[in-house]
């Protein structure tokens, strides 16, 4: 609900602080006091338009701030989450709306201190306060917010079971139909391409790349051109150790030697005999080494351009496919793939179809079964629409709920229905939109009337219905005040009246008067006390000149009991 606004420099409002209740807040005062100018500086903290002609003369700027105490599962709190505006706000703290407007008309707006635009602002506000006037009002009067209205409505009434049921029904069959046509473009694409693809696997089938075949062949092919070089000199290095003479032979015959006289030599010869052996045993393996080392270069020139051929194959192959010769496996799968998509995509499509029709089956019977719940609920709430409307003095209108179909493309996961609310006002007329048809006083209160048998259902935080009583008084008046205070038990409600009737009914009552000082005139907003509001509904019966039987008629509209 709306806990405080505060006004600074707003036509003739220099400086204002009001701060609100809940249950039914009634603002009276005499025309041109200056209630008007409250509601006005409301709206722009809601993001309204701005004017810098509502600037008080004088001052440079204006600035309004409207603080709301909201329940933690209100929209509001998803909407500031968007914009990561809600890490912030503790449990229990107020959601501050402020707007300022500059003399050049440059408007700036804030949600708790933190600067957004002022597009945000009127989202935010929308989901806080919906006004109800002769001249002007929003909420219900937008067609596409009578679907949530009565979904709203129907939930509280019957609760949400068909709604889970179409929102699964539609999930699997937007899954399915999103395969399906997935499916779909896969074959055609691959149709259109079979016989390139064809090619490719067929090409990159016989070429056979494997994954590290570039870096191996490079490899080879540098050992390769040098192989001839290597094997020379390995050779003339082996002729050095052994053009004269056999090393491990020599070394062998030594060892005999030694070892004939080692036993005489006390322990000598031992180191010496050790190392003769080893190093003929390294000499052998040398020799040999050099043998195997010199086998496994390839100077064939043969075995040279089959290497290069075939790492020439593989980069040509890979400019072609516009990849790595690494990726060229992967590319090759790729196109096997695609082509198995021809060859098996026939039969693939045909069971996603089957998928698809059957989950469509499926939605289609969640969604009647929704619109069967919708259709039950309008006539409700038709039915109790219709109650109200007598003594609100629009005894001959009436009001009807419109249920009908969506073409397809328009299908949800809310279902296939499109909700209207039509009324008529004369007998015989043709039903229309409530704006079309209704003139300003009627409006609203054809809005009071489903407001309150709405009530309970709308996630609104504030309802402000301004002069609601327009053109009406004595029972009509008393019934419309009745209404209010109804609808005020379960959200907090705003009346700016000149009804008494409706004065009387209030919970909270706030005057609106302009003061003068030293040429300047200002407004200001005062609670009233029991006596105080006695006062001012006295004078809303008897006019400038307040009488004892005003006073005393004043009584007995305060202590008469809701009708």
Not at 93 to 120: C, E, K, W
Not at 388 to 414: C, H, I, M, Q, Y
Request: glycine letters at 8%.
């Amino acid at each position: 609900m709306l806990t405080h606004l505060s006004i600074r420099d707003v036509v003739i409002v220099d400086k204002l602080d009001v701060g609100f209740a809940a249950g039914l807040c009634v603002l009276t005062g005499e025309t041109g006091a200056g209630k008007s100018i409250v509601l006005e500086s409301l709206g722009l903290a809601l993001g309204g338009r701005a004017d810098a002609a509502l600037i008080r003369s004088g001052a440079d700027k204006l600035s309004v701030t409207a603080s709301f105490s909201l329940d933690r599962k209100h929209p509001a709190f998803a909407k500031l989450k968007e914009q990561d505006l809600d890490r912030d706000i503790a449990i229990g703290d107020d959601i501050m709306l402020r707007r300022v407007i500059g003399s050049d008309g440059r408007s700036r707006a804030f949600i708790n201190d933190q600067p957004v635009s002022v597009g945000f602002l009127r989202e935010l506000g929308e989901l806080l306060v919906e006004v109800h006037g002769q001249f002007e009002t929003h909420g219900l009067l937008d067609p596409a917010t009578h679907i949530e209205a009565l979904d709203a409505y129907r939930r509280v009434k019957s609760g949400g079971a068909p709604d889970a049921a179409c929102l699964a029904a539609h999930t699997v069959w937007r899954g399915a139909a999103a395969a399906l046509r997935a499916a779909q473009e896969t074959l055609s694409s691959a149709l259109a391409e079979e016989e390139t693809l064809r090619h490719h696997v067929s090409e990159l089938s016989k070429l056979a790349p494997k994954p590290g075949e570039e870096q191996e062949l490079t490899a080879t092919r540098a050992l390769m051109r040098h192989g001839e070089q290597i094997i020379k000199a390995l050779a003339e290095a082996r002729a050095v150790i052994s053009e004269n003479t056999d090393v491990e032979a020599a070394l062998r015959g030594a060892h005999a030697r030694v070892a004939r006289v080692s036993a005489q030599a006390a322990g000598k010869l031992d180191t010496l005999t050790q190392a003769l052996d080893r190093a003929a045993i390294e000499a052998g393996e040398a020799l040999r080494e050099f043998d195997v080392v010199s086998n496994s270069f390839d100077a064939n020139p043969a075995a040279l351009e089959r290497a290069e051929e075939r790492l020439f194959a593989l980069k040509a192959a890979a400019r072609k496919h516009s990849c790595s010769v690494d990726e060229l496996p992967a590319v090759a799968a790729t196109f096997k793939a695609r082509l198995a998509a021809v060859d098996g995509g026939a039969d693939e499509v045909k069971r996603l179809a089957a998928a698809e029709k059957t989950a469509r089956t499926a939605y289609e019977q969640a969604a009647r079964a929704l619109s069967a719940t919708r259709i039950e609920a309008a006539k409700t709430l038709d039915k109790l629409v219709a109650k109200e409307l007598g003594p609100l003095k629009l005894e001959k209108a009436t009001f009807r709920t419109v249920v009908s179909a969506k073409p397809e493309t328009a299908w949800n996961d809310s279902g296939m229905d499109k909700v209207a609310f039509e009324i008529s006002t004369n007998p015989g007329a043709a039903p229309g939109p409530l704006d079309k048809i209704a003139s300003g006083g009627e409006l609203a209160r054809f809005m009071l009337a489903l407001k309150v048998v709405l009530a309970g259902s709308q996630d609104r935080a504030t309802l402000i219905f301004d002069e609601v009583d327009a053109g009406i008084s004595g029972a009509t008046a008393n019934a419309v005040g009745e209404r209010l205070a109804r609808l005020a038990k379960t959200v907090q409600v705003i009346v700016v009246t000149h009804a008494p009737q409706v004065a009387a009914r209030g919970d909270n009552h706030w005057r609106v008067s302009k003061t003068s000082r030293a040429g300047q005139t200002s407004a200001k907003v005062e609670q009233l006390s029991a006596a105080a509001r006695r006062e001012e509904i006295a004078r809303m019966l008897a006019g400038e000149k307040i009488t004892d039987e005003a006073r005393a008629a004043a009584d007995s509209l305060l202590s008469g009991p809701l009708s």
